[in-house]
């Protein structure tokens, strides 16, 4: 029996790394900003309403904090793998952002 032989794989260019990086910063980006102008908007509208003791603070908070966390503990679990997996711990982080603003938006 003979082992299959493989050639080498060229590594991916930095323009690939950068740009994959790029697309998944706007798509976490989405939802920090929803959280962000949620993190405005809703205190002054319970406010508003006469509801200023259950403003829901810890869940607005989370909601601004969470998806900057998922992007950079992604990036640097993917630092030294094959695009390939970047890309998987990238969807994972994205799809945590996700999960993570249905739930806090259902606690709020």
Not at 19 to 24: E, L, N, P
Not at 52 to 67: M, Y
Request: no cysteine; glycine share 6%; charged share 10%.
């Amino acid at each position: 029996m003979t082992e299959l032989e493989t050639e080498p794989v060229a590594p991916v260019g930095l323009g690939w790394r950068i740009g994959v990086a790029a697309i998944f910063a706007l798509l976490h980006g989405w939802f920090l900003f929803t959280a962000a102008s949620n993190l405005i908007a809703l205190p002054a509208l319970y406010s508003a309403q006469g509801y200023d003791e259950f403003i829901p603070w810890t869940t607005l908070i989370l909601g601004v904090v969470l998806p900057p966390v998922f992007y950079v503990v992604a990036l640097l679990l993917g630092r030294h793998r094959m695009l390939s997996a970047r890309v998987v711990l990238l969807a994972a982080s994205l799809a945590a952002t996700a999960a993570s603003a249905l739930s806090l938006y259902v606690l709020a």
